[in-house]
């Protein structure tokens, strides 16, 4: 009797667990599949009452964000393409110029004492402490007598600065996790620290190398504050771009909704390329700290 009562409650104890995982799935995921349904919505059936989840798709936002088709003339769609394509460069040069500049200076910080190293990490760190608002007018001022302002240059150098620190941080970790045993070996054996490094020490944390480059993408990805001031026409992002998206109509959400989407992708493609190094890197994270 005391079996079957407790064979019942663990049933029901289970479906009361995947209703509770559906609802948080369908919170954490229903936003995002109203915004790809809304993409290929028309301006009559997205403010449609009630809601169409059946309808004629339209692909006149795509169409508008990447240049193409029917909407490409359209008012809305100027400057779009350039604003994705200016994000793309931003975005990826700078993950790779903080990743490989945050890697080098995580080493030398886990590898070698020197005088102010615990200053220079705090300081680091503070960089992301501070709010981008506290130094737009900094950077305004400095990028307009620079020539840097509206440029794609100065948009990268934004990004390095910004995920330079987190980038240095991260891969400290993951370097004091690999025994300094392994770089005396090599050097007992006749080869230089340059060697160890890029042979031996390097191929070990390139899980976390994934998993920083992951995070620098995102807030390089993400990034408006600085985008929406440092540029006025030619190095906007797409971020930026969509956020004033209009028309002959007033607002294009179609178009808004569509380029959420494209901003949503790239993401998605990257993380699910490093996947494996990401999730091993993580693991070697929590491991290397024991």
Known sequence: MSRSRTSATDHVARWLFLGLLAIYTLYNLGPIFWLLISSFKSRMDMFSMPPKVFFAP???GYQSVFGIGAAKDSASAYGVFDSLLNSVIVSTVGTALAVFLGTLAGYVCSRFNFIGKSDFMFFVLSTRMLPPVAVLVFYHLMFAEL???DTRIGLILVAIFANVGLATWIMKGFFDGVPKEVEQIAIVNG?????AFSRLVLPMVKGGIAATAGFCFIFAWNEFAFASI????HAKTLPVKISA???ATGIEWTQICAAGVVLIIPVLIFFYLIRKHLLMGMTF???GRR
Do not use: K
């Open 58 to 60: 339209d692909f006149s």
């Open 147 to 149: 020539g840097l302002a």
């Open 191 to 195: 080869y230089t620290r340059m060697y």
């Open 245 to 247: 998206a209009s028309g």
């Open 285 to 287: 994270g929590v491991l």
């Open 230 to 233: 440092l540029t006025t026409t």
